[in-house]
């Protein structure tokens, strides 16, 4: 008999703020859902150019919805969520490569699960869009990561590996497999898939929580603490 649990594999990358949202919803859901969750680092950089695609930033019209939108469903889903003072070149000008690596070298560090790639991705993520921190040079990698919980010396290693041609290589593979899910951002389409039987198998964006949980459960962005408040 085949088991009810199913695996979510998330593509994701620090720059977006919707997939720290996406992210933090999956991660209080994962045991309501019974799901085992995958994470998966990529680089938005590599999603946009492979598919074509403008990044929202790019755009007025879509950056300034964005930057409305993005305080609403910061509140819903309760994420500290602080835009830095200069939006344009903490996504752009400096960009996430260099901690998309760091990521990925971690999650190649670790071999069983994932606990060590969320807590170093949610530092990351906090640093860029709640405290409006750097993320691109070595020391603050290094904050990030012994905020998560990693060592002095076990830091020392990761950012050795983080520059090696594997781990380039492996993110470049990661992207790639976003991509051959026709994904066009990890901005406001990261996504979530989950294997199944069929095929093509289901992928969803980002905040598509509810497309899952209307297979599944949805008591809101809380669990712990279950609302009908819509």
Known sequence: M??????VEFFYD???????MAFEVLCRYKN??????????AYLGGVMHGSGNRPPGMVPNKFHYMTKDLERVS???GVPLYPPSDVFEAMFEKGTLNAMRFVTAVAEKEKEGDVLVERVSRELWKRIWSTDQ???????????????????SELEEILTLSKSQPIKDKLKSVTQEALDYQVKCLCCKNVMHIP????PPPHFCNLSSWL???????VGPHPDKPTSKM
């Open 134 to 152: 750097d993320v691109t040079q070595p020391a603050s990698l290094t904050e990030a990561g012994l905020k998560a919980g990693l060592s002095a």
């Open 75 to 77: 509140g819903y889903f």
């Open 2 to 7: 085949a088991s009810s649990r199913k695996m």
């Open 14 to 20: 620090i720059v977006s703020p919707y997939s720290w």
């Open 196 to 199: 199944y039987s069929d095929t």
């Open 212 to 218: 899952i949980a209307s297979v599944m459960k949805w």
């Open 32 to 41: 309501v859902w019974n799901i085992d969750l995958k994470f998966k680092p």
